[in-house]
C-alpha cells in the first residue's frame, strides 16, 4: 500500500484531521467562493498554537505546500491549495475584551461576527468589512476595509499586537517594540510571514449607527456619482457612505415592487446614536427610491449582508484604488451599472479620512492617498453563468482602470503574480521581499498574493 503523503498527521496535532476519501472530505474542502474547486492532501483544524506549529512543521518536512484558512472568505481561493495542507483555524475563535484598555484580543480564527458580538457589550467595535463571517486573519493582514473606514482607520491601524507562527515553527510575538518589522509587514502583506494565531486590536467607542441604504433610479446614477465624489470627502469622518450598482434583494425590508430592480445608491452609515446634519443632507439629495436609514446595533449592520453573500455562490472579483472621479469615470461606471446578474454589485468604499493620516511607508498599505478603494464583483449562485461576470467583472476592470491608480487593494482580487502583486505593494514592496527573506526564506507561506523572498 502506497503511503499517504500527510500519514502521520493525525498523531502530530491535537485537532480534527479530515483526509483524501473522509466521507466528510468534500463538505471540508469546501471554500466561500464555489467557483474554486481544490482538492488538498488534508485539512487539520488546529486547536491551539501548538497544534499550528506542528502542523507548518510537518508541512515543512513533507514537502507539502500551506494554506491557511479561518473564514474561507478570499474570493480566490487562497484558503486552500491542491495537494496540500490546508491549517484550518476556525477552532480558535476565543475573543476576550478588556473594556477599560479599550483593547480586544482575537484567535486567528475568530469572524467578526465574534468580535462585533463580544466588543458591543462594553459599547465598543474594531473596524471591519461589511459581512461578518469574513475570517479575521484574511481581512486584517489585507488591511481591512469596511463601514467605520474614514472614522477609525483600517482594520490594521486598530492592530496593535500579534501573535505569530513562523516557517519554522517557532512563536514569536510582534509590536511595535518586538519583532518590529514583521509587525510592519503584517498590516496590509497579507499571509506571506506566517500563521497568525492572536490580534491584539484598539477598540472603539462605537454602539449604535444611523446606516442604510438611499436607493435611486439606475438612470439617475451620473447626477448621483458626480454629488457623491465631491459631498463625502468633505463631511465629518463619523459619516461613511459607499457608492454602489446593486440589485435590490428580493425580500424583506425591501418593498417588492422594488424586487431585483437594478439601482445605483449610496450605503450609508453614521457612527453615532444621533442624527447629524451631514447624513441629513446625504439624504436629502435626488429623488430617491428608497431611504432605509435607521438606527441600528453595529453587529446587525456589519451582518446586514450576509444572507444576501453566503457561501456557495460564484464569484469573481477585481479591486482598483481610485483617487479621483472625473466625469469620463462616471460614464464609464454608468456603462456598466446594468448588472450581468442580480447579486453581481460595484462597491465604492471611502478610505479617505483617518487611514490618510498614516504614511505611506508606516505599514505595509502603501496607497495611503488612496480615495476609495473599488470592488466589482461577479457574482451568482449558477455555475453556468460563471463566464458572464467573469467577462462583466473584467471588462468593468479594465475600462475603469485608466482612471485608477493602476492596482487595487490586495484582498480584492484573484490570486495574481509577478509584476501584478509588486503593483499592489507599490514602493513598499521590496521592504517587504526583504522581510519575506527574514522570516520565511524558502516561501513556505507561498498561497497567497505571493510576496517572494529577496534574492
Known sequence: MAVSSVDGLAGAVKGRVVERGASDYDEARALFNAMIDKHPAAIAYCTDEADVSAAVQFARDRGLRIAVRCGGHNG??????????????????????????????????????????????????????????????GLTLGG??????????????????????????????????????????????????????QFSFRAHPVSIVQAGPVLYDLADAADVLRWYREFLPAQPRALTGFFAFLAVPPGPPFPEE??????????WCYAGEDDSPALREARSFGKPLLDGVAPVPLPAWNSAFDAVYSAGDQWYWRGEFVKEIPDAAVEKHVEFGELPTWKSTMHLYPIDGAPSEIGGDETAWAYRDAVWAQVVAGVDPDPANADAIRTWAVDYSDAIRPHTLGTGYVNFQMQEEGDKVKAMYGPNYDRLARIKSQYDPGNAFSVNQNIKPAA
Open 76 to 137: 480566490a481561493g487562497l484558503g486552500s491549495v491542491d495537494g496540500g495542507l490546508v491549517i484550518d483555524l476556525s477552532s480558535m475563535n476565543e475573543v476576550t475584551v478588556d473594556a477599560a484598555a479599550r483593547m480586544a484580543r482575537v484567535q486567528g480564527g475568530a469572524r467578526f461576527g465574534d468580535v462585533d458580538a463580544a466588543t458591543h457589550e462594553h459599547g465598543l467595535a474594531v473596524p471591519a468589512g461589511i459581512i461578518s463571517t469574513t475570517g479575521v486573519g
Open 258 to 267: 422594488l424586487h431585483l430592480r437594478n439601482v445605483c445608491g449610496v450605503v
Open 144 to 197: 481591512g476595509v469596511g463601514h467605520l473606514s474614514r472614522g477609525c482607520g483600517l482594520t490594521i491601524d486598530s492592530l496593535v499586537a500579534a501573535r505569530v507562527v513562523l516557517a519554522d515553527g517557532s512563536i514569536v510575538d510582534a509590536d511595535a517594540e518586538r519583532e518590529s518589522d514583521l509587525f510592519w509587514a503584517l498590516r496590509g502583506g497579507g499571509g506571506n510571514f506566517g500563521v497568525v494565531t
